[in-house]
């Protein structure tokens, strides 16, 4: 799995946020100061991940992202030997074989609207639903498809110097 794009527009201290990811993007790395958000950037991802069926678990420390008040969305494109069994179903069925490999992931929480939408790229805006929830059901169903941690919480003694 490869994230495409992070798109928040209102989520805990961050908003107006959009990271667009090309295809050959190789190594992404967070660097920040203390408390800039590095890990709840990195908590959203696995969050994500999981609500797509790319994860079975996620430990999140500082609560469900998705709990909090937002408005953000994250595209995933899926390397098609990710798993068998989505590859299998896929292109066995005609109008799933334009899917671009693309799941893309907007959620709302506000004082009056809240909803998670999972949508699959390529294919016919009335067949992305079908697509997308058989998709993320065998996600889910795989045996391939690991655990995700993310140690975001280690605390490091401050290094002394040497005079």
């Known amino acids: 799995m490869r994230i495409r794009s992070i ?3 209102n989520w805990r201290h961050f908003s107006d946020i959009h990271l667009q990811l090309q295809k050959d993007t190789g190594l992404v790395c967070i660097v920040g100061a203390n408390g800039t958000g590095k890990s ?3 908590e ?3 969050a994500c991940a999981h609500r797509v ?3 079975q678990g996620v430990e999140i420390p ?3 992202p998705f709990a909090d008040v937002h408005e953000l969305h994250l595209q995933f494109h ?3 030997d990710v798993s068998e069994t989505v590859e299998q179903f896929v292109s066995s069925i005609e109008d799933f074989r334009a899917w671009d490999h693309t799941l893309l992931l907007h959620s709302k929480r506000s004082d009056t609207e809240t909803f998670c ?3 699959a790229g390529g294919v016919a805006p009335d067949k992305s639903e079908t697509l ?3 998709v993320v059901d065998r996600f889910r169903d795989s045996k391939d498809v690991h655990f995700l941690s993310l140690d975001a919480d280690r605390a490091y003694p401050p290094k002394k110097h040497q005079y």
Do not use: E, Q
């Open 7 to 9: 798109g928040i527009k």
């Open 40 to 42: 709840h950037i990195l």
């Open 44 to 46: 959203l991802i696995g």
């Open 53 to 55: 069926g790319l994860s």
């Open 62 to 64: 500082r609560g469900d």
């Open 78 to 80: 899926v390397a098609s």
């Open 117 to 119: 939408r999972i949508t």
């Open 132 to 134: 997308t929830s058989n």
